[in-house]
């Protein structure tokens, strides 16, 4: 199995939820933190499941998320 | 490691001020995304309407114009006859450019200004507050259609890609959506076609863009997409209504 | 001024802590002692960033500015409320701070009256959740500066709650006198 | 007669209901909106009608088709929506149609700022729109003027057949205050026998301000202009201030006659003798009051949300042998008290 | 003796104002003729336009009242939003209308007003002196297009009567001419149906009438009128563009 | 240099394409037809671009779109028209944007009519638009000057990044008149930097009038009051005929001041001693050099082809101390000699 | 044969001509007489030959002629 | 002002007739002798009716109102066109009528130096057809008032006739001598 990333920007992100709903791989959790913004953000849960699709990223409308892989 | 996903270039390091779930976001990115695939991002002058896409110049680094509320396309042109040789774009939402830039909007693209235009459709005024919109639904309750749109008193929504598909002037003319990775694709393919018509001349490219506003529809950033699915999409039909072909016009 | 009937307040935190409906209340509760009051509220591009503030004038006379420029008192319910606000309080005046959400460190004037108040701890103590911390600012602030009568306050909640939600006057009620009561404890000790 | 605990903007679209407005039509802008959206539910259930236009161009002239069918009218806006009605305006002007206009004034030029200011004076007293004419303009100062003035200004465009506007910064239109209704009953309203009916009912009526024949465009002109010299004679309302004995005077309209009054109040606990000097309707101006004011005092400050507009009314008023002092402040944020007292001693010193 | 014509009842003994051959005369004459045929001379309420048509208050005696250029429409809903009892029309030239009062117009279709709309296309501002209008056909040459109006500098003549249609509010969009005798009656059928419509309630009703304007086109009347026939049908192709029925709304 | 027989109109368009316009969107309206139609033919062979804009608010959105672009842009319209501008007017004032706007005044208010007029000197000068800001007015006489005058609009539209007007009448703008083509070679006009050029080179430029944080709008209001304060140092133009030994002075602009001369030579042939003042530049006003006049001729009278506009700023410059007529019409028809003689005698009797 | 009657307010009448070429029977001419509008108006030529179809009323836009018959 | 060079005239009739051109080529004709000029057409409203007028103002030094108030001299080729400036011509001022159209009867004035011409018959006689008129009257006019050279005038004609219509221009010449030598006769007797 190659080695992923997924990176979240947790200060910038909005805890909007829809890249959590989007993986399907239920790799991402939203967090119990409050960021700076004033929102709990988003953190990556499970990365051992993720697939490196780049859904999340694609999907996230704040463009925080990073993706890389192998 | 190779990079799977990653900001685009020409978006600059600075947080949107959008809502959570806002996506405004998404259409910022595939905007900038399609400048960047081109490699234009030098050439490109955005002109930006008002409505909750006004800060646009805050995050893209491209030369940026702010137009009065709703004459995007009438400053547009002014810019495109000046400098021919810069893309041209508007940024505009559909109180900007279905209500009050109407007149605007539809002789912009009855002249075929060679210009690309992004539409920013929510069925309502966001930066305002949630009043009704020329795309609000029927039914939908705004802050000014309390009572929730009604035809007979407040008409019907209405539906610019298809009216625009009509005239001469327009030589591409699209409707997409943001809620799932296939419309996504869809939706950054119609906005690289809209520059793509553009660099080539073909005239006036419109790409309409069903987007959520959560805030203003007082729902949760899910809800709302889930809006945009079941009740936007079946009165706003996704799909190209026009697309001119270089053969058409020589 | 000082010898007339003369109150003026900032509140100030993030919206959904029920800044505003705290300074309706008062205002509310004024009037029904026949006194002028002005409610301001925080607007434009401010509310965006999810703060909300407002002044609230009581006087026994027209009013002039309804923006205190040093209001004498203030309940303040967030951080960024506390920098904002903190500085332009009047000599002396009182600043009640919701103490389950503020840390102390950022307090830098001496010469205030500051009250650190665990108004969420003291809400969830009498209702059950901390939804009320607001109410039990406003009691504090009533009982201590005797601005209106309690029992105004609580007249006032009656009169402008509306019938949907009647059942939470009591509640209301609650958290108010939790509030005074602690000001008749921090007078004690 | 209720006692109610309103925004200024509140008092103002309940105003308007009492004073049997009839139709409305709207277009969003901040920082006007809780105008429409008051009325947009309110409306209805007194039998009027509301509209969203398009566009401000398309709603001035809503105003202008309805107003002709004899039925109050009224429309809000905010500073760069109101120049977009300016040629509807001069329309109205024109063919002597009453309708009200509220400008909640936001920063300008261009699309500025959406904070409190009150820099369209010039354009709302020396006609934004083409052509020789006067709107009145009224400045109210609390949520009560706020109802008591969308009042009158229906009352004058009637009177008058004109349009009349309301000229407010957003500070008084978001201020909340008790407010007496007076006319919880409604107002009755005059019949206008000039507007057209159901039906066509004798002759034919035609509206509209093109004259072309003869001289019948100048007789219009000077028509209009008698109009504004019968304001001149009976509109004028004023507030002054501790005047009569005063060393200085302060003058300012809208909010920062509001807060000049808590600076005069201060002046005076620290000995100046201060005063202020309110225009309340802005057309008609009050230059009678103010020139008897200026043979008693020798100094003005006027104070504007601006770079200084009503000053030079206020300087062709007053005249050339007067102190006529200057502070502006076009920001956002209005002075407060402590500034202005500091302007006034500021000024008596020098 | 019987009459076989006679001018209508409900315009005035007064002469047009108009150049001779000019046939804004003729669109007066089957609006006033509908008005007498339905006995609406006093409900009617004419919404009059700025251009050669302004002073239809002086042919008509019916209630008047001026619009500012090109919102006859807007105008209109205010008096029909007030008057709802009232026969509402305008009557608007093709500046009027299409060019500045564009927003105006496509909104009230939009929003299904209840009024007539009766629309005199003739391909040019005639009341200015002849410039450029958005009906102008390629290759005409006017006052402000004088190397004859080319697409690509100024776009297509724009057809109002097919766009219209497009539009939900709309009740009945129609294009007719007044060149032959059959032309001239299904232009008198178009005007009745327009009011029918009104009366009806069935909403927003439009009427394009190809007209001449001898004098702007430098032509005798007779060749103004060739030209309507063999330039301007042929880009404006008459008939109904749609239709509504009662069964339609119930 | 050329010298040439010319209509004013003309002479202003050639002036135009002299000073090296690049961009003119129009919109048809009586009686400034001739200035887009002659455009429309001439500007292409330079190289420059026409355009008929849908309407007039399309259009001064235009100019402001090629204006940012770094050319040489001007519209012309005529009262109705300026009306419906105003918005984008403010616009371009606050995004510093340079821009010739010509008004051929026509009577208002509303559709009015078409004759010569004077009606929109309010609008021109204290802003038609919203916010704080001076548009440079210029009010040409002659058909020299409607050459020389919009060439000085571009030079100081562009030195102080500013729309800037010509404010005329029909009367200047039909007559026929010798003119001095000075520039038949064009003029050179200076780069913009700040423009929008082929590419975006180095930073990012923006455009905008939008001003939210902090008090940047408050910088960016006395930044613009502050251009318009050094416009009133450098740019006030104005003709005193005969005022030096004046008994009474004549005041008016435009087609006014040109058949008040006349009405001077009268009133000299037959013994009383007139003089002619005549404000070129209506913004900035010619005030220092009115206020010397007023120290050595007691007597005024403005004359104006409306009901009074420019006298409100005569009274607030001259002072109340002084004499000062007014003679207006409104009407289609501009006074002639013979009468203004007649009013400065009548004026001078009483 | 019925009686026709072809009335035209000749004091009104343009001159355009339209009524003349509408008419297949060739009944109108224009005539040489100049009105008070200062245009040379229509007059009945053969009015012998007018079925009294009133296709020239209908045709002239300046609604200036009336047909009767018996 | 008489002592001096000035002359002002208005020129009066039916659009079509060349009453502009007129005005226009006397004023080119000063321009070539260095004079100062002005030229004011009517307008607007006007214009439809189908009348045409102009003003034309002659002078060695700056014009001031391009429209006189009683103009010295007249060329009247309409009977609306004497209705409407008769009245205002100036004391003995010349006003030449063009005969051939305009009736004897509406003359009202005893006054003024009215001279008949038959300008549509004289125009016949040496083009051909009455398309000159004009000329004949401005010939008559320059000759009688001399306020240009007849030279000048026929000068300005070549300046002012574009390529095209060139070989126009002796007809005009003719025209004009026409109307020059006419007033010369009469003149005489
Ligand atoms: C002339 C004028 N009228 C109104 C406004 C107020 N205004 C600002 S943004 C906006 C509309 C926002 O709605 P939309 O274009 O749909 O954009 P969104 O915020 O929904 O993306 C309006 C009406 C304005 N700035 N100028
Ligand atoms: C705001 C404004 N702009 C321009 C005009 C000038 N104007 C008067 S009529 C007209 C257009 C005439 O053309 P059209 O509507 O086609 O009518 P037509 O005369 O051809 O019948 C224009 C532009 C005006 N009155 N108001
Ligand atoms: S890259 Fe794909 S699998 Fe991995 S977290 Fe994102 S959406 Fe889930
Ligand atoms: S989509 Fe983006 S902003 Fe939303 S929760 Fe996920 S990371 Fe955060
Ligand atoms: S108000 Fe609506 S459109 Fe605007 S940023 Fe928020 S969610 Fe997006
Ligand atoms: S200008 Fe044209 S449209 Fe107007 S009346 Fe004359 S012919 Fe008709
Ligand atoms: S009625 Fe018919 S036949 Fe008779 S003149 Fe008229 S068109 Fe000819
Ligand atoms: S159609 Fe009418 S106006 Fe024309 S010539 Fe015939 S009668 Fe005269
Ligand atoms: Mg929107
Ligand atoms: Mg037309």
Chains 1, 7 share one sequence.
């Not at chain 2, 990653?6 to 990115?29: A, D, M, R, S, Y």
């Not at chain 3, 309804?66 to 903190?86: E, K, Q, V």
């Not at chain 3, 500085?87 to 004037?109: A, E, F, M, Q, Y």
Request: proline share 4%; hydrophobic share 40%; aromatic share 8%.
């Amino acid at each position: 199995m190659s080695k992923k990333k997924v990176i979240i920007d947790e200060q910038r992100c909005k805890g909007c939820q829809i890249c959590i709903v989007q993986c399907k791989r239920g790799v991402l959790k939203l967090g119990n933190k409050i960021n700076k913004l004033g929102y709990r953000y988003v953190e990556v849960n499970k990365i051992e499941d993720c697939t490196a699709c780049g859904i999340c990223a694609e999907m996230c409308p704040d463009v925080v998320i990073e993706v890389w892989k192998e | 490691m190779k990079v799977v996903y990653k900001k685009p270039e020409v978006l600059k390091n600075i947080n949107f001020h959008f809502c959570p779930g806002c996506q405004h976001g998404l259409v910022h990115k595939i905007i900038a995304e399609a400048i960047d695939n081109f490699g234009i991002k030098d050439r490109c002058l955005a002109v930006i309407g008002v409505g909750c896409g006004v800060f646009l110049y805050d995050y893209f680094d491209v030369d940026s114009l702010e137009a009065p509320h709703g004459r995007g396309l009438a400053v547009a042109t002014g810019v495109k006859r000046a400098r021919p040789e810069r893309i041209v774009f508007t940024y505009q939402g559909d109180g900007d450019l279905a209500a009050i830039g109407l007149a605007e909007t539809v002789h912009a693209a009855n002249r075929g200004e060679n210009v690309s235009v992004f539409f920013v459709n929510n069925t309502i005024y966001g930066m305002t507050g949630g009043q009704m919109a020329p795309t609000t639904l029927l039914g939908q309750i705004t802050t000014t259609s309390p009572y929730g749109r009604e035809f007979q008193r407040e008409g019907y929504p209405i539906r610019m890609a298809e009216m625009l598909a009509t005239l001469e002037g327009v030589a591409f003319s699209a409707r997409v959506a943001l809620c799932t990775p296939k419309q996504l694709m869809d939706a950054k393919k119609a906005v690289k076609k809209a520059f793509q018509m553009q660099i080539e001349g073909l005239g006036f490219s419109f790409v309409e863009i069903l987007s959520s506003c959560p805030t203003n529809w007082n729902m949760q950033s899910l809800d709302a997409i889930k809006r945009v699915e079941e009740e936007m999409i079946p009165f706003f039909p996704l799909g190209i209504y026009k697309e001119r072909r270089v053969s058409d016009v020589l | 001024m000082s010898s007339k009937y003369y109150f003026d307040f900032v509140f100030s935190g993030f919206g959904g802590q029920g800044i505003l409906i705290a300074g309706n209340l008062l205002c509310y509760s004024a009037i029904l002692e026949n006194r002028e009051v002005t409610f301001f509220p925080s607007y434009g591009v401010e509310m965006r960033g999810g703060s909300a503030n407002c002044y609230v004038v009581l006087s026994d006379s027209q009013i002039g500015s309804p923006i205190p420029s040093h209001p004498m008192g203030s309940i303040i319910m967030s951080t960024p409320a506390l920098i904002r606000f903190l500085p332009i309080i009047k000599n002396n005046g009182l600043v009640l701070i919701n103490s389950d959400i503020i840390s102390t460190d950022d307090i830098n004037r001496k010469d205030l009256d500051i009250r650190l108040i665990p108004a969420n701890k003291l809400s969830i103590d009498v209702i059950g959740n901390e939804r009320l911390a607001n109410m039990v600012m406003l009691g504090y602030l009533v009982s201590a500066t005797k601005c209106v009568k309690i029992e105004s306050l609580v007249k006032s909640i009656k009169e402008v709650v509306s019938e949907k939600h009647k059942k939470l006057i009591p509640l209301n009620e609650k958290a108010i006198l939790a509030g005074a009561e602690l000001f008749e404890k921090d007078k004690r000790c | 007669m209720e006692k109610l605990f309103l925004r200024g903007s509140e008092s103002l679209a309940l105003g308007a209901i009492d004073a049997s407005l009839k139709f409305y039509a709207g277009y969003p802008i901040t920082p006007q909106n809780d105008i429409p959206e008051f009325l947009s539910k309110e409306l209805p259930k007194v039998g009027g009608k509301f509209v969203q236009a398009e566009s401000e161009v398309a709603k001035i002239n809503m105003l202008l088709g309805a107003s002709a069918c004899g039925i109050r009218v009224m429309t809000s806006s905010s500073s760069p929506g109101i120049s977009l009605m300016q040629e509807g305006i001069s329309y109205l002007a024109g063919s002597e149609l009453p309708a009200v206009i509220v400008n909640v004034m936001r920063w300008g030029p261009g699309l500025g700022g959406i904070g409190a200011s009150q820099g369209d004076y010039h354009q709302a007293t020396k006609g934004g729109g083409h052509g020789d004419y006067f709107v009145p303009v009224f400045a109210p100062y609390s949520a009560q003027e706020m109802y008591d003035l969308i009042i009158k200004a229906f009352d004058v465009a009637d009177e008058y057949r004109t349009p009349a506007m309301i000229l407010v910064d957003v500070m008084i239109s978001l201020m909340k205050e008790k407010v007496l209704r007076r006319y919880d009953k409604g107002i009755k309203v005059k019949e206008k026998k000039w507007a057209f009916g159901s039906k066509k009912e004798g002759d034919q009526k035609i509206i509209k301000s093109l004259y072309l024949k003869g001289n019948d465009l100048e007789r219009h002109n000077w028509k209009l202009y008698e109009k504004y010299q019968k304001m001149c004679q009976k509109e004028v309302l004023y507030e002054a201030y501790l005047c009569d004995d005063a060393e200085i005077i302060l003058i300012g309209f809208g909010m920062i006659a509001r807060i000049g009054k808590s600076a005069v109040d201060l002046a005076r606990e620290r000995g100046i003798k201060a005063g202020l000097f309110r225009p309340i309707s802005l057309i008609p101006f009050p230059e009678r009051e103010l020139e008897n004011l200026s043979t008693k005092c020798e100094n003005f400050l006027v104070v504007e949300m601006n770079t200084g507009q009503m000053v030079h009314d206020i300087k062709r008023v007053v005249g050339k042998d007067h102190n006529i002092g200057f502070y502006g402040k076009p920001s956002s944020y209005a002075p407060n008290p402590e500034e202005l007292y500091l302007k006034i001693k500021e000024y008596l010193e020098k």
